[in-house]
């Protein structure tokens, strides 16, 4: 008979890998993993190489400009092309410097060049201080390095939407035009920008510059994100633990959303988890569903926790109102009434009407509430409000926020608002 302790194919924790039943491998599904092929972009992919290829005949690359939606590939497409190229570079001896730079993070004139000047130098940390050089100081500082080391850099700026609005767009200029005092070395540079009008902001000569190639890459439909997904499927989960069903699913849910492949992995993700919390042994249909309402209160959530406080009390005289009612539909004036009780009673600074009316229609736009102009005739034109949140939804979110649950309980005690109360708290 065999020995169960000590036989090699038994193991102590052979009874807790059920926890690791579905995922395989993860990372595989997170938005920063770059896979080693992407389909539907072989010939964006295609084009960006022949543009760079010069590089690795000592040639400066053409700058590039990518634009598209968020989640179409633009980040991970130029950084797995910096990983390609830089092995290229290595294998064949070439000097190429590829850096990344996420404009978001780093959107200072400053902060830029300093990032650049790290690809060339690993000293120039200790040789530049963080801050405080006058920035054409820091721009010589880099032309020195840069010849020094001679070769090419690819420079990713990505988000660099972020940058112009931020720093405008001057160091752009200069970066651009690096080249013409550059002896020994060339940049080139790939911008990338979720906003597809980013161009029309930018001095025509940065345009120029900048675009001297452009691609734009065009958001995925239901078929292509779920191809997508399917690859991914394969590196992240066991065989047959995800039902086919599930990845059509999260496919079709995120090209209703513009075909962001991030939002589709992230449900896939999320409904992985949910099963797996659950112990169930395979990925059905049923966990897309609470994954998209996992995604979305959190997404509410965000939005209804960071609103200004004036923000916070005409969006809570709605909820009161329409708690008061049968139908829910209400005025701007109804609002504004409940709104200065609230600012009575919570010493907040009372705006006007029409600024309350502003507000209103901030709020509609966030999609917390529906608002429609209707024509009184005669009596101008008011507005028709409504809640657009699920109000079981609502109650959860509202319930963890101190402002609101202040409002709420001082309005139970001082019971002024008739019956509404309390269908909501
Ligand atoms: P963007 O920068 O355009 O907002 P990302 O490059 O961050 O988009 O892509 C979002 C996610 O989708 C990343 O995880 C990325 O790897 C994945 N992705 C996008 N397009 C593809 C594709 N064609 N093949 C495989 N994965 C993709
Ligand atoms: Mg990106």
């Given at each position: 008979?065999?020995?169960?302790?000590?036989?090699?194919?038994?193991?102590?924790?052979?009874?807790?890998?059920h926890?690791?039943?579905i995922?395989?491998n993860?990372?595989?599904?997170?938005?920063?993993?770059?896979?080693?092929?992407?389909?539907?972009?072989?010939?964006?992919?295609?084009?960006?190489?022949?543009?760079l290829?010069?590089?690795?005949?000592?040639?400066?690359?053409?700058?590039?400009?990518i634009?598209?939606?968020?989640?179409?590939?633009?980040?991970?497409i130029?950084?797995?092309i910096?990983?390609?190229?830089?092995?290229?570079?290595?294998?064949?001896?070439?000097?190429?410097?590829?850096?990344?730079?996420?404009?978001?993070?780093?959107?200072?004139?400053?902060?830029?060049?300093?990032?650049?000047?790290?690809?060339?130098?690993?000293?120039?940390?200790?040789q530049?201080?963080?801050?405080?050089?006058r920035?054409?100081k820091v721009?010589?500082?880099?032309?020195?390095?840069?010849?020094?080391?001679?070769?090419?850099?690819?420079?990713v700026?990505?988000?660099?939407?972020?940058?112009?609005?931020?720093?405008?767009?001057?160091i752009?200029?200069?970066?651009t035009?690096?080249?013409?005092?550059?002896?020994?070395?060339?940049i080139?540079?790939?911008?990338?920008?979720?906003?597809v009008?980013?161009?029309?902001?930018?001095?025509?000569?940065?345009?120029?510059?900048?675009?001297?190639?452009?691609?734009?890459?065009?958001?995925?439909?239901?078929?292509?994100?779920?191809?997508?997904?399917?690859?991914?499927?394969k590196?992240?989960?066991?065989?047959?633990?995800?039902?086919?069903?599930?990845?059509?699913?999260?496919?079709?849910k995120?090209?209703?959303?513009?075909?962001?492949?991030?939002?589709?992995?992230?449900?896939?993700?999320?409904?992985?988890?949910?099963?797996?919390?659950?112990e169930?042994?395979?990925v059905?249909?049923?966990?897309?569903?609470?994954?998209?309402?996992?995604?979305?209160?959190?997404?509410?959530?965000n939005?209804?926790?960071t609103l200004?406080i004036?923000?916070?009390?005409?969006?809570?005289?709605?909820?009161?109102?329409?708690?008061?009612?049968?139908?829910?539909?209400?005025?701007?004036?109804e609002?504004?009434?409940?709104?200065?009780r609230?600012?009575?009673k919570?010493?907040?600074?009372?705006?006007?009407?029409?600024?309350?009316?502003?507000?209103?229609?901030?709020?509609?736009?966030?999609?917390?509430?529906?608002?429609?102009?209707?024509?009184?005739?005669?009596?101008?034109?008011?507005?028709?409000?409504?809640?657009?949140?699920?109000?079981?939804?609502?109650?959860?979110?509202?319930?963890?926020?101190?402002?609101?649950?202040?409002?709420?309980?001082?309005?139970?005690?001082?019971?002024?608002?008739?019956?509404?109360?309390?269908?909501?708290?």
């Amino acid at each position: 008979m065999k020995e169960s302790q000590n036989s090699s194919d038994s193991n102590i924790f052979d009874s807790l890998t059920h926890k690791e039943r579905i995922f395989k491998n993860r990372e595989a599904l997170s938005s920063t993993y770059i896979p080693l092929y992407f389909p539907h972009r072989e010939e964006e992919i295609n084009n960006i190489a022949h543009i760079l290829k010069p590089a690795l005949h000592g040639s400066r690359p053409s700058n590039i400009l990518i634009y598209g939606q968020t989640g179409t590939g633009k980040t991970a497409i130029a950084k797995f092309i910096c990983e390609q190229i830089t092995k290229k570079a290595q294998s064949e001896n070439k000097k190429i410097h590829t850096s990344y730079i996420n404009c978001k993070q780093t959107n200072t004139p400053y902060g830029i060049l300093s990032n650049i000047g790290k690809t060339y130098s690993k000293e120039w940390e200790k040789q530049i201080p963080s801050a405080g050089w006058r920035i054409d100081k820091v721009y010589s500082k880099l032309k020195q390095k840069a010849n020094e080391n001679g070769g090419i850099a690819i420079i990713v700026l990505d988000e660099i939407d972020a940058l112009v609005s931020k720093s405008g767009d001057d160091i752009l200029y200069h970066l651009t035009g690096l080249n013409s005092d550059l002896e020994n070395s060339k940049i080139s540079i790939i911008g990338i920008s979720n906003d597809v009008k980013f161009t029309s902001w930018l001095d025509p000569r940065v345009k120029s510059r900048l675009g001297e190639e452009a691609l734009a890459f065009s958001p995925y439909n239901a078929p292509q994100i779920e191809d997508i997904l399917y690859n991914r499927s394969k590196i992240a989960f066991y065989e047959n633990v995800v039902e086919p069903l599930v990845i059509s699913y999260c496919s079709s849910k995120a090209a209703q959303e513009h075909g962001d492949v991030r939002k589709a992995l992230d449900l896939l993700r999320i409904s992985a988890e949910l099963a797996e919390r659950e112990e169930r042994e395979i990925v059905t249909a049923k966990y897309v569903n609470l994954a998209q309402n996992v995604m979305e209160s959190d997404q509410v959530r965000n939005i209804i926790s960071t609103l200004p406080i004036q923000h916070k009390a005409t969006f809570a005289s709605i909820i009161i109102n329409q708690g008061s009612r049968e139908k829910g539909q209400q005025t701007t004036g109804e609002v504004y009434a409940t709104y200065t009780r609230i600012c009575n009673k919570f010493k907040l600074e009372e705006l006007s009407q029409r600024r309350v009316g502003h507000i209103i229609s901030e709020l509609d736009m966030q999609g917390l509430i529906h608002a429609k102009i209707v024509s009184l005739g005669r009596q101008g034109r008011t507005k028709f409000i409504n809640l657009a949140i699920d109000t079981k939804q609502l109650k959860s979110i509202i319930q963890n926020d101190s402002l609101f649950t202040d409002i709420f309980e001082e309005i139970v005690k001082s019971n002024k608002f008739g019956s509404m109360q309390l269908r909501l708290i």
